[in-house]
């Protein structure tokens, strides 16, 4: 294996320059899937890569659970610094674990909660719900009839808009519940708690997931001006959603609505759009591809190596 078994660890940073530039050159839906798919992909080579580093770094110690042949000097020359490599794997496993399950459970947590504050509504897909607070967002959950999921707005965000305004709100947020956008974001958010360097990607995929959302609002109203109205009202007082892995109509404070909205304001973008190679947006996307790439390939070489090691060196 040697030192290509650290590569799945960094090679997340190639990722990185298509963040931004994908939000912007690309379709919303095709940089929501490519940036979630990126994400989850690097995630799990450069957590296989930890598992690799933890099994032959602490095979020597005393009193592991793995075969005493395991602690072979053969097994353990494949990694270099093997023992500090490998305390240090299985610390960060640890971490990794502790910080997917608090994430997941938060977001699970949320969602009953919010089920929970609906009980006694009326059923159907929209639920409004009487606070003084401005929000709107989408509630992924089944519901009687076979939606999706349901729309959660608040009294005080329908008086801030008209009716076309409401319209609007109500079509973007259920291109949320049609699109599934919580896992994704959801599965951007695991990714990043399993590799830092993938922490940027989770602002692209929100901003990108808003985007497909407004898009998809502005073909079923037929009304970009009105959505782009909107959402430029609903960012002034909207206080945002109840967690990051649910899609809302709009953040608090400037963030990606100036954009969100002068995307609005410009023709609807190509359904596919792929940008070519010798561009800057086209030159990133290949890097992230080749990076993802490089990142499997070093992951499985790493995993293989090992395994025909431990096949010579014991009984295995």
């Given amino acids: 294996m040697g030192v290509f078994v650290f590569l799945p660890l960094v090679l997340p940073l190639t990722a990185l320059p298509v963040a931004r530039l994908a939000a912007t050159h690309l379709h919303p839906r095709v940089a929501t899937c490519l940036l979630s798919a990126l994400a989850c992909a690097l995630a799990v080579c450069s957590t296989l890569c930890l598992v690799l580093l933890g099994v032959v770094g602490t095979a ?22 093997d023992e500090v490599a490998g305390r240090a794997a299985m610390a960060a496993l640890g971490v990794i674990a502790v910080g997917c399950a608090v994430a997941a459970g938060r977001h699970r947590l949320v969602r009953r909660r919010a089920h929970r504050a609906l009980a006694g509504l009326p059923d159907g897909e929209l639920a409004v719900l009487r606070d003084r607070a401005p929000y709107a967002y989408a509630l992924p959950g089944r519901v009687p009839g076979g939606g999706a999921g349901r729309v959660v707005v608040s009294t005080a965000m329908l008086a801030c808009l008209d009716d076309q305004e409401r319209d609007a709100l109500i079509a973007h947020e259920h291109a949320h519940l049609r699109g599934r956008h919580h896992r994704f974001l959801l599965a951007v958010r695991l990714a990043a708690r399993a590799n830092p360097l993938l922490r940027p990607l989770c602002p692209a995929v929100a901003y990108a997931a808003e985007r497909w959302a407004d898009e998809e609002a502005a073909r079923v109203t037929g009304r970009r001006t009105v959505v782009a109205r909107a959402i430029g009202k609903a960012a002034l007082v909207s206080r945002g959603t109840p967690t990051p892995t649910l899609a809302g109509f709009a953040a608090p404070g400037p963030g990606p609505v100036p954009r969100r909205v002068a995307a609005l304001l410009e023709p609807e973008p190509p359904a596919v759009r792929w940008p070519p190679v010798f561009t800057a947006v086209g030159l990133a996307v290949w890097a992230a591809a080749a990076g993802t790439i490089g990142s499997a390939l070093a992951s499985a070489n790493a995993t293989i190596t090992l395994v025909l090691v431990l096949q010579a060196a014991t009984t295995l």
Avoid: F, I, T
Wanted: aromatic residues 10%; proline residues 23%; negative net charge.
């Fill in 60 to 81: 020597q110690l005393p009193g592991n659970p793995l075969p005493d042949a395991w602690s072979d000097p053969e097994v353990r020359k494949a990694v270099p610094y």
